[in-house]
């Protein structure tokens, strides 16, 4: 994924994500017009401050109390089997690998804070 477009505010940052189908011919002007009228943008965002709070928990996964709710993000892939054995090959941990479970065709990763 590419940094589309990021907008800085005094609380916050917004990063929009998305793939460039182009082959690199889109300008930086041309991505960050294109992050509204396209499909498949991730949006993050960063709580400025969150990092040197002492009083901040952390966040949660999404699949367990406390916190339990959103619990993941999907990104399609052309080939699932192949994207999985990337992921493997750079030691990328699975909640759920394909072989697991009645969904064969869907594998779930961890981020790297778990």
């Known amino acids: ?3 589309l477009s990021h907008h800085s505010f005094d609380t916050f940052t917004l990063y929009l994500l998305g793939y460039d189908h182009s082959g690199g011919m889109l300008s930086a002007k041309a991505k960050k017009g294109s992050c509204f009228n396209r499909e498949g943008v991730l949006e993050l965002t960063h709580n400025h401050g969150a990092e040197s709070d002492p009083d901040f928990d952390g966040y949660t996964s999404g699949n367990a109390d ?3 709710g959103f619990g993941h993000i999907a990104i ?3 080939d699932v089997d192949a994207a999985c054995a990337r992921f493997e090959k750079l030691g990328v941990v699975f909640k759920e ?4 479970g ?3 065709e869907i594998a779930f990763i961890l981020d790297l804070d778990g």
């Open 102 to 104: 009645r969904m064969r």
């Open 66 to 68: 406390p916190g339990k």
């Open 1 to 3: 994924m590419d940094l």
């Open 76 to 78: 399609t892939a052309p």
């Open 97 to 100: 690998k394909l072989t697991y």
